[in-house]
C-alpha cells in the first residue's frame, strides 16, 4: 500500500500509513510509552519509570544508561526477568542517517529529480552480522518473532 501512494506522490498518506503499519506490528498505539516494548513492563512500571525523582526515565535509551543497581532499584524485578530486559534493549535498533545533497541546490524546482547520498549507520550494541541482516523482533504484543523492516522516505511538502 506504502508502494500504491508513494508511487501517486501522495506522501502525507505514505507516511500515514507507516504509521499504522509500526502501531499495528508494535502491537501498540503511538501514544504508549515505547516501556512497554520491554518485557515484564506494565502500564504501573512505566509511570514508576516515568516520575523516578531525578531524571524521567521515558526510553530504552534511558533505562539502558542506568548503572545497574540503579536500574535494579527501580524496576524491582528478579535476576531472570532483568535479564530479559537487558537483552531486549541490547536489541533495540539505534540507527544515525546522515546526508549530503549532491545535486546542486541553488535551482531546484517541484517534481526535478535530485541526487542525495543518504548513510544509514546502525547501533554499535549490535554484533556486526546483526547490523543489516533480518532483525527479529518480539515481545508481549508479538508472541511470535517477526523480521523488522524498514523504510526510508525523502519528499516534501
Known amino acids: 500500500m506504502v508502494d500504491v501512494v508513494s508511487s501517486n506522490g501522495w506522501l502525507s498518506v505514505a507516511l500515514l500509513i507507516m504509521e499504522v503499519s509500526q502501531m499495528v506490528t508494535q502491537g501498540m498505539w503511538e501514544r504508549d510509552s515505547m516501556l512497554l516494548q520491554l518485557p515484564h513492563f506494565t502500564k504501573e ?6 516520575e523516578k525523582p531525578g531524571k524521567s526515565i521515558d526510553t530504552v535509551f534511558d533505562l539502558a544508561e542506568m548503572a545497574d543497581d540503579e536500574r535494579q532499584e527501580l524496576l524491582q524485578m528478579s535476576g531472570s526477568q532483568l535479564l530479559d530486559v537487558v537483552r531486549s534493549y541490547y536489541r533495540y535498533p539505534n540507527i544515525d542517517l546522515t546526508y549530503d545533497m549532491l545535486s546542486s541546490s541553488d535551482n531546484i524546482r517541484a517534481g526535478e529529480d535530485i541526487l542525495l547520498d543518504v548513510v544509514l549507520d546502525s547501533s554499535e550494541n549490535l554484533r556486526e ?18 523480521a523488522g523492516g524498514w523504510w526510508l522516505v525523502a519528499g516534501g511538502w
Open 129 to 146: 552480522d546483526q547490523k543489516w541482516g533480518l532483525l527479529m523482533l518480539q515481545g508481549i504484543q508479538r508472541p511470535k518473532k517477526k
Open 45 to 50: 512500571l512505566v509511570k514508576k519509570c516515568q
